[in-house]
């Protein structure tokens, strides 16, 4: 469940952790309509710089979704905004961990800045900031 805004404090932290397989790139490839074939075509990837295929950018960006929508704030957030910086790329078979931590809290706005990033073992392959509004209780 989620946290109401006024039980939020700076510092706090949560993560969600997914490996990423074949089907989720797929998947995400029929639900965006993104059939580029950097991530559908191992021939075509082969030759370009990152000589395998690579995940969606957008597909790894989502998992911090999982974190602000499930965990931190949690159900009762809605998206303001969200900033991306892609770093390196997401290949079939990464464990990739998104965090997010609050950063800010704007009481009079119910807004609660939170830097994100999203992870593998080796380095982090995004780097962001979202703003999440938390409204009061119905």
Do not use: W
């Amino acid at each position: 469940m989620g946290y109401q805004f006024e039980e939020l404090e700076i510092g706090m932290e949560s993560s969600f952790s997914k490996v990423i397989t074949e089907h989720d790139i797929a998947g995400f490839a029929e639900i965006s309509g993104d059939t580029n074939p950097l991530h559908l075509d191992e021939a075509f990837a082969a030759n370009t710089r990152f000589k395998t295929r690579i995940a969606h950018g957008m597909l790894t960006a989502s998992l911090i979704s999982a974190v602000i929508g499930t965990a931190l704030p949690g159900d009762t957030s809605i998206y303001v905004s969200q900033s991306l910086n892609f770093k390196a790329p997401v290949r079939i078979g990464d464990m990739v961990t998104a965090i997010a931590v609050i950063t800010a809290l704007d009481p009079e706005r119910r807004i609660a800045t939170l830097s994100t990033v999203c992870r593998t073992a080796e380095r982090n392959v995004i780097e962001g900031e979202a703003r999440i509004m938390v409204p009061a209780p119905a």
